[in-house]
C-alpha cells in the first residue's frame, strides 16, 4: 500500500480504504479459486493493483464515461481504476465464471458501486465505450477486431476513444499494423521499480 500512496498521494481516505481491503479479499478467494498465481499474492499491490493503475497515469476518466474491462480475470485493471475514477462507469467481462464470481465479489464487499463484472465473452458484448481497457488478454490485432464495434462515438475525454492495452517485454511487431497512430509508453516514466523495466502501455485510438 505504500507504494500506492507514493504514486497516488491525492487519493481519498475512501479510495485507500478500499484498496487496503483488496489484499485480504484476495488472499481469501485465492485460496479457493486461483486467480492470481499463489507464487505472485505477495505482490498484490506491485503486480496487479499498481499495474493496472498505471493508466491512470496517461488518461483521466472523467464523469460520465463508460469503460469496458475485456478478459478482467479476477478484476484487473477495472477494480483497481474504478477505485481511482469513481465518476466514471466500469464493465468488466470475461469469459471464465470463476474468475467473473471473484470479481463480483470484491466489487460487492468494498462497495464499488461504479463498477460491474459480467460472465461475458467478448463477442458477446454489444455495449458502447469511450475506452476499452485490457491486461495482456490477446494479441493486439485480435483485441482490435474484437472491440471495435464497441467503441462510442461520442468523444469525452482528452485523447480520442480507444483502447489502452497493458504489456510486457518487446511491442514492436504488435503495434506494427498501427506504427502512425500507436502511442507506446514505458511504464518506469512513471514508476521507477525495477518489475516495471519491461512494462508497457500501449493506446491505440480506433
Not at 13 to 34: C, F, H, P, T, V
Not at 78 to 103: N, Q, S, Y
Not at 182 to 199: G, S, Y
Amino acid at each position: 500500500m505504500e507504494l500506492i500512496k507514493k504514486h497516488f498521494p491525492r487519493l481519498t481516505d475512501r479510495q485507500l480504504s478500499q484498496l487496503q481491503m483488496l489484499e485480504g479479499l484476495y488472499r481469501d478467494w485465492n485460496a479457493k479459486i486461483n486467480v492470481i498465481s499463489r507464487r505472485d499474492i505477495d505482490n498484490l499491490y506491485l503486480h496487479h493493483v499498481l499495474h493496472s493503475m498505471a493508466i491512470g497515469k496517461m488518461l483521466t476518466f472523467r464523469q460520465g464515461m463508460n469503460i469496458l474491462d475485456l478478459g478482467t480475470g479476477g478484476g484487473f485493471p477495472g477494480i483497481p481504476l474504478a477505485i481511482l475514477f469513481p465518476e466514471a462507469r466500469f464493465r468488466l467481462i470475461d469469459g471464465t465464471g470463476k474468475k467473473i464470481m471473484v470479481a463480483q465479489e470484491v466489487i460487492k464487499a468494498i462497495g464499488l458501486d461504479n463498477c460491474e463484472a459480467m460472465h461475458l465473452r467478448g463477442e458477446d458484448e454489444h455495449g458502447r465505450y469511450q475506452y476499452v481497457v485490457s491486461r495482456a488478454v490477446m494479441p493486439l490485432p485480435d483485441l482490435v477486431k474484437m472491440v471495435r464495434k464497441n467503441i462510442a462515438k461520442e468523444q469525452m475525454g482528452a485523447l480520442p476513444n480507444g483502447i489502452l492495452v497493458l504489456k510486457g517485454g518487446d511491442v514492436s511487431q504488435e503495434v506494427l499494423p498501427w506504427r502512425r497512430k500507436a502511442e507506446v509508453l514505458d511504464l518506469q516514466q512513471w514508476f521507477p521499480e525495477a518489475w516495471f523495466e519491461e512494462k508497457r502501455l500501449i493506446y491505440l485510438p480506433v
